[in-house]
């Protein structure tokens, strides 16, 4: 059996996020506006006079009459982005940011004062908790256990912390978040061997070359695949059986 392992898709990548963020559930109380049967929401994203990347870690002390103004203002809703690393800085141990999730809870009680509903853009990718760099632990979710598991911790404690509020109105991932190994796998290193190693690591590789034949997969993308110089190179001649023994250049 053959396959190219060329091969690593957006779509697969983008699944294995979404599932492991939809396993949680209940970010879904929004689709009670949806069917119009309390209204439209119309929201503004809420940082107070910071910045979304520093707003979890500043004072924010006008927080108050800045909620104010934006219910004047005509808004029924705001939306908070809540950065995973900033409130789950470590994975393995475990850790999180008492000072984020105090702060979540302030803001959760200063919207409901204005009667705002409160959104939730989950997963969030930048902060700065740290300087190294956080694009890693997104990558991971593709195929370590103990981020997944990390990640899915983080989403159910923000929703079970969310859910103590009654102003809650969901929550939602978006691709903006998760751009870097989508784009990693399908374009940007998508001819090399990062892409490469990304979908042997996520069990894409494996996963093809059970249920096809490279003919098949020819005929489905319309095109006749061929075998390229990354698996002859690193698979066939050298009899990789680890794929965390190549080296990603």
Not at 67 to 76: A, S
Not at 132 to 161: C, G, I, P
């Amino acid at each position: 059996m053959k396959i190219n392992l060329r091969r690593v898709t957006t779509g697969a990548v983008l699944i294995a996020a979404a599932s492991a963020f939809l396993f949680c559930t209940g970010f879904t109380k929004a689709s009670d506006h949806g069917n119009h049967e309390n209204g439209y929401l119309k929201s503004a994203t809420y940082y107070s006079d910071d910045w979304v990347i520093n707003f979890w870690n500043s004072e924010s002390s006008h927080m108050d009459e800045e909620l104010k103004q934006i219910r004047e203002d005509g808004f029924n809703s705001i939306i908070l982005v809540v950065p995973w690393r900033e409130f789950q800085p470590s994975m393995a141990p475990e850790h999180y940011n008492d000072y984020a999730w105090e702060k979540f809870d302030r803001v959760m009680k200063a919207a409901k004062a204005q009667d705002l509903k409160v959104m939730l853009r989950v997963g969030y990718t930048w902060d700065y908790y740290s300087s190294e760099n956080v694009l890693a632990r997104y990558e991971k979710l593709l195929y370590d256990s103990e981020t997944k598991k990390a990640w899915l911790h983080y989403a159910k404690r923000l929703y079970e912390k969310a859910s103590a509020y009654d102003n809650f109105s969901g929550g939602f991932i978006t691709w903006e978040d998760f751009w870097n190994f989508a784009e990693n796998g399908s374009t940007l290193y998508g001819s090399g061997i990062t892409g490469r190693k990304m979908a042997a690591q996520c069990g894409y590789t494996q996963y093809v070359k059970e249920h096809y034949t490279l003919e098949e997969l020819g005929e489905k993308e319309g095109k006749t695949l061929q075998y390229d110089k990354f698996y002859k190179k690193y698979y066939q001649q050298h009899k990789i059986e680890n794929i965390d023994e190549l080296e990603v250049e």
